[in-house]
């Protein structure tokens, strides 16, 4: 089965051309806490992740993410590299689950939006 994901999807993993690109000109650089793999080009500049699983670029650490966009030379596989307080774990993308944020008033939630204030007055036909 995962060889035909590698044939005829690109959300799984890699494709066979990723493979191959990798096999040819790929050198390994480190992996993270996900599973996902990280290569940079033999001779190039060129730097790419192969997921762990489906394909979700809200799922590299910043670490990675910075090393990804050229925005540190050294990857956090090199280095003692230790995430800002601030960052937060990743949380997969929950749009159009059950899980996704409904705010007060939406149609897909029981409670009401709350009243206007102030001076807002709704428009009424005729009115």
Known sequence: MALLDEIFT??????????????????????DSAGNTYYRERDGDKRWVIYNGEADASAIPPGWHGWMHHRVDTPPSEETYEAADWHLPHQSNRTGSAGAYRPKG??????????????????????
């Open 10 to 31: 690109w959300w799984n993993g890699q494709t066979m051309g990723t493979r191959f690109f990798t096999w040819r000109k790929g050198v390994y650089v480190g992996t």
């Open 106 to 127: 939406s149609i897909l939630t029981p409670e009401s939006r709350p009243s206007a204030t102030g001076d807002y007055d709704a428009w009424t036909p005729g009115g």
